[in-house]
């Protein structure tokens, strides 16, 4: 099966592993020093980054696998599910901080400022660095931007403590600590939320956003030969693969069917970045364009309205 991928990122993925690892000890070491929440919180979110970065990589290693005859179309998905994942432990991390931040808003406990502030400083510029490395594939996998959301929530956070332990060093107000940590928990669900939205979409085979399936429809419809297209479906297989399948029907005997698909898959590439097509040319007037046609009436359009 002919397949068009973007190269992987394991050799992106495996260094921001490293240093999230290193960082994730350095940071509940010197959490339980300072008796920091802020920092707690980023180190708790740094044990499930590092295990989201190894969900990462394993599902960019496994997409990278052949398809089979049980598994048509490979293992893209994987990469998707993997995303979702990360998405769901994003919540889970923002509603924990939420629940510490509560107890400690109420009964403020003392801090080590001036170690949080160092640890703090050096989490940052880690947190930068492994999004640096991630930076440049996030684009084309949505796996990869769901362990860059997680870095760059690190770095949030890292950055709310180096905010909180300043606060604290120049007035003494330990609620900062926990206060500064809510508001890395909303941002944390803000992240979150783009990504489950841009996974399930994709599971649920929604058109691609840069897809207008209307103006698709119409330009298929200017291809020369083309009376008319149905039943035109596009959808997203994995980040930056896209699929197409549509019903063509063509004049009687006078064009040549291959030209006729040869403009099609030519415009659905360059037009719409769209390289996987699967296209049923049908004959004016037959059975089988009527049926069609009859169907696409009953209900086939109803998501264009």
């Known amino acids: 099966m002919e397949t068009h991928r973007h190269p992987p990122a394991h050799t992106a993925l495996k260094p921001a592993l490293i240093i999230t690892a290193t960082l994730m000890i350095a940071e509940f070491v010197g959490a339980l020093y300072t008796n920091s929440l802020a920092l707690l919180a980023d180190s708790a979110h740094m044990l499930t980054d590092v295990a989201a970065l190894s969900l990462s990589l394993a599902a960019a290693w496994f997409a990278t696998r052949r398809a089979t005859p049980q598994k048509t179309f490979g293992f893209y998905r994987v990469e998707i599910l993997a995303a979702l994942l990360n998405g769901l432990i994003l919540i889970l991390i923002a509603l924990y901080i939420f629940y510490a931040a509560y107890s400690r808003l ?12 160092i640890v703090a400083c050096v989490g940052l510029i880690a947190n930068l660095l492994s999004a640096f490395l991630l930076f ?10 769901g362990a860059l959301f997680h870095v760059v929530s690190d770095a949030i956070g890292s950055a709310g403590a180096i905010v909180a332990s300043i606060v604290i060093l120049l007035t003494g107000y330990y609620a900062a600590d926990p206060a500064i940590s809510v508001l890395v928990g909303l941002l944390i669900l803000s992240s ?11 599971l649920l085979e929604g058109t691609p956003a840069h897809v207008n399936i209307v103006s698709l429809q119409g330009e298929l419809r200017g291809i020369s030969g083309v009376e008319s297209v149905h039943d035109l479906h596009v959808w997203t297989l ?12 063509i004049p009687r005997g006078e064009l040549s069917r291959n030209t006729v ?9 360059e037009r719409f970045h769209i390289d996987h ?13 009527i049926l069609d046609s009859c169907n696409c009436h009953f209900g086939a359009w109803d998501s264009l309205r």
Request: glycine fraction near 8%.
């Open 192 to 202: 979150s939320w783009i990504l489950i939205r841009d996974a399930v979409d994709i």
């Open 238 to 249: 994995t980040s930056g693969v896209l699929a197409m399948s549509c019903h063509v029907v």
């Open 261 to 269: 698909l040869a403009d099609i898959k030519g415009l659905a590439r």
């Open 277 to 289: 097509t699967t296209v049923q040319i049908e004959e004016s007037g037959s059975a089988e364009s």
């Open 136 to 145: 440049g594939e996030h684009r084309h996998s949505l796996n990869v931007r």
């Open 106 to 117: 109420l009964d403020p406990p003392e801090v080590e400022a001036g170690w949080m502030l």
